[in-house]
């Protein structure tokens, strides 16, 4: 399984920027796609999945009506829209998927299977 991500750089507060994630190699009819992040010196978070069985979307309270998630162009690619960006959403980002499970929330970092590698979202003036 791969997942290529694509979008990070370099933004100044209140910019916006787009995440892209395209998944290779990987089935399931029910499962969640997202992004996670982790900041300098903190845990990484769960920021925004999509669960497909009903494309219902959830984010983290930091991101809730500033970031959009979404699938893009059918299944298994995703993309996420940052807006109003501030400085502490710098961090590295991750997509993420998961076969759906009962057992964990849809921010839960068990959730998901497969990691990409992470890119760099610098929000700075």
């Known amino acids: 399984v791969q997942l290529q991500a694509s979008g990070g750089g370099l933004v100044q507060p209140g910019g916006s920027l787009r995440l892209s994630c395209v998944v290779s190699g990987f089935a399931s009819d029910n499962y969640i796609i997202g992004w996670f992040r982790q900041a300098p010196g903190k845990r990484r978070e769960g920021v925004a999945t999509i669960s497909s069985n009903d494309e219902s979307t959830h984010y983290s309270d930091s991101v809730k009506g500033r970031f959009t998630i979404a699938e893009d162009n059918g299944k298994y690619s995703v993309y996420l829209q940052m807006n109003r960006l501030k400085p502490e959403d710098t961090a590295v980002y991750y997509c993420?998927?998961?076969?759906?499970?009962?057992?964990?929330?849809?921010?839960?970092?068990?959730?998901?299977?497969?990691w990409g590698k992470g890119t760099q979202v610098t929000v700075s003036s």
């Open positions: 993420a998927v998961g076969r759906y499970s009962s057992w964990y929330g849809p921010l839960d970092e068990p959730h998901m299977d497969y």
